[in-house]
């Protein structure tokens, strides 16, 4: 029997008033898969990553994460399915009132079935995951470099142990050493942790060095998905004005 897939949309409408964003969209995206998602600004990626959160409903379709229905009236089933995944918003988004240590404890005080022994464990636990010192808990967002912030935001986003990550530019307002650090950190968590993982992304470097593969949004809809060579041959105005003569860094 063949496995359901970790994200799957279809048929997806999304309309603001009279303005359409998405239209007839399809995608799947299998468990252990890293896919870039492309696209141009304003054609709905970010919009996107909110209906797989749950956080918007679509105008019509259907979207699924690990083959249960975001639509499912059963609030239990809800809960349970968004604590397998975990988001990476493109700022960080930590709660700048909050120590380092209070923003990755957060969800797993939600749950409110863990003593705070086991929550301290858990912190120092995913600090190291990011390559971070336990005294860095100590410290506000305010107090953290823009590395700091990502591997901050990405422990927060493990915290539960998720299936699911799904990443908002994970390497945007990083310098090039530190986007290639990022980049290294999450292949080898993806790896060692079995995640699937969506990336919106604009960064070349950051597709070449992460995804196995890339679905392309425009015209409303996904026009072409598959592994990064496949894609990359795809005549399309957008395909062929973002690899351009670039196209080697992903082979």
Not at 50 to 79: H, K, T, W
Not at 144 to 156: I, T
Not at 213 to 226: D, P, S, T
């Given at each position: ?9 279809s ?6 008033g ?43 379709g ?40 209070d ?6 005080r ?22 971070l ?7 506000m ?13 990405l ?5 539960l ?8 530019e994970?390497t ?22 079995g995640l699937?993982?969506?990336?919106v ?42 690899f ?8």
């Amino acid at each position: 029997m063949n496995e359901s897939p970790v994200i799957e949309l279809s048929g997806v409408c999304t309309r603001f008033g009279s303005q359409t964003i998405h239209c007839d969209l399809d995608l799947q995206v299998a468990a252990g898969q890293i896919v870039g998602l492309l696209g141009g600004s304003g054609s709905g990626k970010t919009t996107l990553l909110r209906e797989m959160l749950g956080l918007l409903r679509p105008s019509a379709g259907r979207v699924r994460l690990f083959g249960v229905d975001l639509d499912d009236p059963d609030l239990l089933i809800q809960r349970t399915v968004r604590r397998r995944l975990g988001m990476l918003f493109q700022h960080g988004a930590l709660f700048s009132a909050l120590s380092v240590f209070d923003n990755i404890a957060f969800p797993l005080r939600e749950l409110r079935c863990l003593d705070e022994d086991w929550i301290r464990r858990l912190v120092h636990l995913k600090l190291a995951m990011v390559e971070l010192e336990t005294a860095h808990g100590k410290l506000m967002p305010a107090e953290l470099s823009g590395g700091m912030v990502k591997r901050v935001a990405l422990a927060r986003a493990l915290a539960l142990e998720p299936e699911l990550l799904l990443l908002d530019e994970p390497t945007a307002g990083l310098d090039p050493d530190r986007s290639q650090n990022f980049v290294e950190l999450v292949g080898s968590l993806q790896q060692a942790l079995g995640l699937t993982v969506l990336m919106v992304t604009h960064d070349l470097n950051t597709l070449a060095g992460l995804a196995t593969h890339v679905a392309v949004l425009a015209e409303q809809r996904i026009i072409a998905f598959g592994p990064k060579d496949q894609v990359m041959t795809v005549d399309h105005p957008f395909v062929t004005g973002f690899f351009g003569a670039d196209r080697r860094k992903l082979l």
